[in-house]
C-alpha cells in the first residue's frame, strides 16, 4: 500500500513505513507528513501491531524537507503536520525501530532521536542544517542532542551544519549498529520482530519508564523551538539562505 509517497506493509506485528519519493530522495512534502501521520497513529491504535519500523526506498532514508513544498505550507502553528509528527513521535508508546541508507538530513536526523533502536549503513550520511539555512533547531533536538551525544559535540553538529558520517553517528551513540547495505533491511525487521515477540505490557511500560521523565521537557522544547523557528522563517537572512538553495537546486 501507498499514501503520499508513505509505503505501509505489514511483517506480522511490526508495520513498516517507508519514504517512497525517490526521485526526490525521499523529500518530505507536506502530503507526505499527513500519510505519515495517519499511517502513525494508525499503527499506535492496530491492536495487531507491536512495533513500527521506519525506512527509505532505494538507498536514501530521506533528504529532509522539500524546501519548495515546505515554504508553500510552514510550519506556522502545532496542527501544522510537521509539528504534529514532532508530537506523535514524542508521545509514541509503542517502539519504534529506524533503517537509516543514505542521506538523513534534517528532521531525517533528528527524528531518529525520538525513535528506540537505529540501525544504519557505513553510507548513512546525517546533517542539521538549520543554521545554514537561516533557521533554528526542531523536534526536541536543542534538548535530546546534547543529552544523547554531549554539548560540544551537539553544539559542531547544530551550529556548523556539516554533514557528518555514520562511523560518527555510531560513535555519539545517535544509532546503535552499523551493517551492509544489502543487510539493512533484515537486520532492522529482526530487530524489530524481536522487539515485537517481546511481553506487550512490559516492553510499553518499559518505554514509558524510559521517556516519561524527559517527555512534558521534550513538548515544551518542541514548541518552543517551533515558535522561533517560524518567526526565522519571515527573516531577511532566512529568506536569502532559502532563496539561494532553491536557486541552486535548479
Known amino acids: 500500500m501507498s499514501d503520499g509517497s508513505i509505503q ?37 491504535s492496530d491492536d495487531n501491531v507491536r512495533v513500527v519500523l521506519l525506512t527509505g526506498a532505494e538507498g536514501v532514508f530521506t533528504s529532509g524537507n522539500d524546501i519548495g513544498d515546505f ?21 509514541y508508546a509503542k517502539p519504534i525501530v529506524a533503517a537509516i ?26 546533517m542539521l542544517p538549520f543554521v545554514n539555512l537561516g533557521l533554528v533547531p526542531e523536534a526536541g533536538s536543542s534538548l535530546l542532542l546534547p543529552a544523547l551525544v554531549g554539548m560540544q559535540r551537539a553544539s559542531r553538529w547544530l551550529l556548523s551544519g556539516e554533514p557528518f558520517d555514520a562511523a560518527a553517528g555510531l560513535a555519539a551513540g545517535l544509532i546503535n549498529e552499523l551493517v551492509a547495505p544489502e543487510s539493512l533491511q533484515e537486520v532492522a525487521l ?9 511481553p506487550l505490557g512490559a516492553l510499553l511500560a518499559s518505554k514509558k519508564l524510559l521517556r516519561d521523565p524527559l517527555r512534558a521537557q521534550v513538548k515544551e522544547t518542541i514548541r518552543a523551538e517551533a515558535k522561533i523557528f517560524a518567526e526565522r522563517l519571515t527573516s531577511p537572512e ?7 538553495f532553491l536557486s541552486k537546486k535548479k
Not at 542521506?103 to 550520511?125: C, E, F, N, Q, Y
Not at 529482526?190 to 517481546?198: E, G, H, I, M
Not at 532566512?238 to 539561494?244: D, E, F, S, V, Y
Open 238 to 244: 532566512a529568506k536569502a539562505a532559502l532563496a539561494g
Open 101 to 126: 541508507d543514505g542521506a538523513a538530513v534534517g528532521i531525517g536526523t533528528t527524528l531518529l532521536l525520538h525513535v528506540d533502536d537505529s540501525i544504519a549503513t557505513p553510507r548513512a550520511r546525517f
Open 190 to 198: 529482526a530487530r524489530a520482530q524481536a522487539l515485537a515477540a517481546k
Open 8 to 44: 505501509v506493509r505489514s511483517e506480522g506485528a511490526v508495520r513498516v513505513l517507508a519514504f517512497h519519493r525517490p526521485d526526490k530522495k525521499n523529500a518530505l512534502t507536506n502530503s507526505m507528513y499527513i500519510a505519515l501521520n495517519a499511517a502513525l497513529k494508525s499503527a499506535a
Open 71 to 91: 515554504l508553500h505550507s510552514p510550519p506556522v502553528h502545532e496542527s501544522t503536520p510537521v509539528i504534529e509528527l514532532l508530537f506523535i513521535l514524542a508521545d
